[in-house]
């Protein structure tokens, strides 16, 4: 059996030791935050990965905060840590999966489908009652092979194509005041895609951190939906992080297939000639 979204805390200490763990902790405005975090305390046995660097690629100042990692570099790097195949990949973090999305995503852009995230993050873990170590994780190199993706990408050309279609829908993860362009802390620019609708990735989650259930996820996003297929769905955010978090919830709630932008809004606003929105209407 493996786990292909989430993972409770229970689940999880259960099969710990058959499982590759990583600790995704992650601050857009501190980035030393999550290896000091990692070090303070982390699930037994748990590598940290960085989100700007383990699974992120070299950046142009025109591919966006967070472009896609080489998918063989990323592939040595999760072998690196004991990932093989068919294996189960278990990611965390204390961001309601907000950073930890983002390695689920891309363990199925390698081909990888035993990935999840840990439900509700190492609060859960630590609600329940289970410990954290302050060890440093020892890994046997893995034997992990690139397979297929198991998941969709689309670049600028592609969004700037669909621009004023009613038959695609363009979903921005960030919340709703960077969405009107109220505030922009980490961009140049402030607004969004025209045409976008927004959707912050916390309206997944419960008041705990936890994700809701899948029947209630389904009724929200075929409402947003509003009878198109979910392949006709293209999420962002700000730099191709958080919006992973909305396609995992579109996972769970049956509705697969949807595309991730992962230049998103960094990469959009680093050509001035692109169109900007602002407010709430797309």
Request: proline letters at 7%.
């Amino acid at each position: 059996m493996s786990w292909t979204t989430i993972v409770t805390a229970d689940e999880l200490a259960a099969r710990l030791d058959q499982c590759v763990v990583v600790d995704c902790r992650h601050d857009l405005t501190d980035p030393d935050s999550g290896p000091a975090a990692w070090a303070v305390g982390h699930l037994p046995g748990a590598f940290f990965l960085h989100q700007d660097f383990d699974l992120a690629g070299p950046k142009t100042g025109r591919n966006g905060r967070h472009p896609l990692p080489g998918r063989e570099a990323l592939r040595r790097r999760l072998e690196s840590i004991g990932l093989s195949d068919g294996r189960q990949l278990v990611a965390y973090d204390d961001s309601g999966g907000a950073y930890a999305g983002r390695l689920w995503w891309l363990a199925r852009w390698l081909g990888h489908p035993e990935a999840a995230l840990l439900d509700g993050g190492i609060q859960a873990w630590r609600k329940a009652g289970y410990p954290v170590s302050r060890e440093l994780a020892v890994a046997r190199p893995g034997a992990l092979s690139l397979r297929e993706p198991l998941v969709g990408e689309v670049d600028t050309e592609a969004v700037l194509a669909v621009l004023g279609r009613s038959d695609r829908l363009l979903l921005d993860a960030r919340t709703s005041e960077r969405f009107r362009g109220e505030v922009e802390p980490f961009d140049p620019v402030a607004g969004h895609i025209p045409g976008a609708v927004n959707r912050p990735l916390q309206r997944n989650l419960r008041p705990d951190g936890r994700f809701k259930p899948a029947e209630v996820l389904r009724d929200e996003y075929l409402a947003l939906l509003a009878g198109r297929a979910p392949d006709a769905v293209i999420h962002q955010c700000g730099s191709g992080v958080t919006a992973c978090h909305n396609l995992l919830a579109m996972e769970m709630a049956g509705l697969p297939g949807s595309l991730l932008y992962p230049g998103s809004w960094s990469e959009w606003c680093a050509d001035p000639a692109r169109p900007v929105a602002l407010g709430d209407a797309g």
